[in-house]
């Protein structure tokens, strides 16, 4: 006999987002981001490869066309069709990247084809990064500040438009609006991160000119393995604190809680609008 398959709600609600009725606990978040990358961080790396290494692909097959990398970087309007180009072939796939954290932060396993696992989506996904990179441009433009609170405060448009399958403009609404109440948690919880890929930059730029200059791209190379995935993980815990996750699942309730830390309850969502466990 099949075992029953129930609607869940994992974390928070969109309606209590958007009345600022959550909390972000950076220590909690970044141990249990922590012991998920140990874990799972095999997928989320060999998806930030294959689109790192089609932005590359995708950056010099343009560049060449516009006259060289040194043309396009001498020319700031190159430069920034350069930018578009990349950020249309690469997003889709970042995309995929990103829900591997949510799935991970909700008890779920991701594998690699999950890269790919978007595409039909991808024309919302590449509008979304689009606006989202065009308002965190000019919030740096304008003054640091502002730049800093809306890079924070839209890091989870993607997670939105892909999980709650809203549009765009909708998605970034909704990010700024919820993510302003816990501005400083998220702050630090960023800036541990930045710093963390600071930390892992120092003994490469100090060995970069010497003989040994291979240990240091490998010491850096080895350290980012585990901080990319951590950054990942860390957005997916963040988003079900913050918007929540609905799964189908075959599992009690109970045995949710246990595995994602976290309040869960039974869901009234179509089972088209979630994912399944």
Known sequence: MPEKISIVQIGGSIDRALKGDYKIDVKATLTEAWQLTLKSRVAINLGLLFSLLLGMLVSFVISNYLGGIEAVLADRQASMLVNVVVTIAVWPFIAGVEMMGVLHAVGMKSHVKMTFGFLNRASWIVLCALFTSLLTSI??????????????????????????????IKAVVVSIQALRFQILPLFLLHFILLMSLVMLLFP??????????????????????????????????????????????????????????????????????????
């Open 139 to 168: 919030g740096f433009q304008l003054f640091v500040l502002p730049g800093l609170f809306l890079a924070i405060t839209l890091s989870l448009t993607i997670p939105l438009l892909i999980e709650k399958k809203m549009m765009p």
């Open 204 to 277: 490469f730029a100090l060995l970069i000119e010497t003989s040994v200059a291979p240990l240091g791209i490998l010491c850096f190379l080895f350290g980012f393995t585990y901080l990319a995935p951590l950054f990942y993980n860390v957005k997916g815990i963040l988003y079900r604190e913050i918007f929540g996750v609905s799964i189908a699942t075959d599992k009690a309730i109970d045995e949710l809680e246990r595995t994602t830390n976290t309040s869960v309850s039974k869901s009234g969502s179509d089972p088209d609008d979630t994912f399944t466990a």
